[in-house]
């Protein structure tokens, strides 16, 4: 069963790619955090996003949103960490991955601000929320 979490749609607000930089813009800290392409690659992920009071980083990014997974530090995960070569190394060892209940990037370890930090699955789905926004007026309550 996939984990839906519902935020403020200027939270997934996609960005626009800078060729000086060469990287994205974005204006939305969720797009801002995806790593997918570091963590393949080895190298330290970008700025985690903060959600329910927990860092988050962003492994994949559509036009409904995003997938992403809880950053636990190293020094506290209680699992058997691992990296992205081990999980996907060989076939069988993707294959396996690919159909890890907690998802491909489930106890992998990545870097980010010089300190190791392990994904923790299950993978979440990000979706922009759609209520609407009610304006409730402040009232100043009569004293007497």
Not at 10 to 25: F, Q, S
Not at 27 to 45: L, N
Not at 63 to 72: S, T
Request: proline share 6%.
């Amino acid at each position: 069963m996939e984990t839906i979490r519902e935020v403020d749609p200027a939270r997934l607000a996609w960005g626009t790619y800078d060729h000086e930089k060469n990287d994205y813009v974005s204006e939305g800290d969720i797009p801002a955090s995806y790593s997918g392409d570091c963590i393949a690659m080895g190298q330290p992920v970008r700025k985690p996003f903060r959600m329910d009071g927990e860092m988050w980083l962003t492994i994949a990014l559509s036009n409904d949103g995003a997938r992403a997974y809880r950053l636990c530090p190293l020094r506290v995960f209680s699992g058997t960490p691992t990296t992205y070569h081990d999980k996907s190394g060989t076939s069988e060892c993707a294959e396996a991955a690919r159909n890890d209940p907690n998802g491909f990037y489930d106890r992998m370890t990545v870097k980010h601000g010089g300190q190791v930090f392990v994904l923790c699955g299950p993978e979440v789905q990000i979706v922009a929320s759609q209520h609407e926004d009610v304006f409730v007026p402040q009232v100043q309550l009569a004293l007497f």
